[in-house]
């Protein structure tokens, strides 16, 4: 694909997700409307989630439609150009009215990440990533933090119930073993988004689904941050473990959850 179908593109989901946005605030602050329902073990579905997939799908299937779309609400398959979307990434954080969540969509093609958006409508902060052209909260560039070492670091720890329970508190013992400090935030695109802005040091989470976190990932890459590879073992259809985080801890980091580091350009 082509720089400028890129770039229509990478134009198109900001616009789309600030719409979807307006949507996901006018839930947010309606009170009982919210209505959650159970997928499973605190994993929540909301009528804001399906509302805004039904909306992105809609207008993404209007703009450009032979590009592919995986959602979290609708699933999808693989395609050469894709669409990959959470529309509340969150949900538990939403519907107990944390303003701890975003919509996240990014939009993979041939292979790689070329454009991401994660946005917190209720702080109202656009988080925007090229390939190759930087990180942005708001139009302002964003760079990763200056860690000064582990002693100095916090850390945002997923934790998901897709995986054991003993194997998540013995990734956060070896986190706090290692002097990082951490917090569960409920949000990885939020949590991937504050790596890259500089608010937190690093994400881990031992299992997470594409449209969780690929918006996010290209995020802290463009910012300056290294990342795990994803997309390896066919994590874009499957899932897989996420580790991101600042240059200064990425060998300590890496040792606390030892998954392989994405081979991209080496942060600027
Ligand atoms: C959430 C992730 C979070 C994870 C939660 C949940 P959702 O996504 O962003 O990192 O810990 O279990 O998967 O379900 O709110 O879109």
């Given at each position: 694909m082509n720089s400028l179908d890129i770039a229509r593109r990478h134009a198109f989901a900001q616009e789309i997700a600030r719409e979807a946005g307006a949507?996901?605030?006018?839930?947010?602050?309606?009170?009982?409307?919210?209505?959650?329902m159970e997928k499973g073990a605190h994993d929540l579905v909301t009528q804001a989630d399906l509302e805004i997939d039904?909306?992105?799908?809609?207008?993404?299937?209007?703009?450009?439609?032979?590009?592919?779309?995986?959602?979290?609400?609708?699933?999808?398959?693989?395609?050469?150009?894709?669409?990959?979307?959470?529309?509340?990434d969150g949900t538990t954080n939403f519907a107990r009215r944390i303003p701890h969540f975003a919509v996240s969509i990014a939009f993979h093609a041939e292979g790689r990440t070329e454009s991401g958006v994660v946005y917190n409508p209720v702080l109202d902060?656009?988080?925007?990533?090229?390939r190759g052209f930087g990180a942005?909260?708001?139009?302002?560039?964003?760079?990763?933090?200056?860690?000064?070492?582990?002693?100095?670091?916090?850390?945002?720890a997923g934790y998901s119930s897709k995986r054991p329970l003993a194997d998540y508190v013995a990734l956060v013992g070896r986190l706090l073993e290692s002097d990082f400090a951490f917090v569960q935030n409920g949000s990885a695109a939020i949590g991937l988004a504050q790596v890259a802005c500089g608010r937190i040091d690093g994400y881990c989470e031992l299992f997470l689904h594409s449209w969780d976190v690929l918006a996010g990932l290209l995020l802290v890459e463009e910012a300056g941050g290294w990342v795990s590879?994803?997309?390896?073992?066919?994590?874009?259809?499957?899932?897989s473990a996420v580790l991101a985080g600042t240059p200064a801890i990425r060998e300590p980091l890496q040792r606390v959850l030892p998954i392989a580091i994405a081979t991209g350009a080496p942060p600027r």
């Open positions: 949507i996901a605030r006018r839930y947010f602050h309606s009170g009982d409307a919210i209505g959650a039904r909306f992105l799908i809609e207008r993404l299937r209007q703009a450009f439609p032979k590009d592919g779309i995986l959602t979290e609400e609708s699933g999808g398959s693989a395609a050469p150009n894709l669409w990959v979307i959470d529309p509340i902060e656009m988080f925007v990533a090229r942005t909260c708001n139009g302002q560039p964003i760079r990763v933090r200056p860690t000064r070492g582990v002693t100095d670091a916090l850390i945002d590879d994803f997309t390896a073992q066919n994590g874009l259809l499957q899932g």
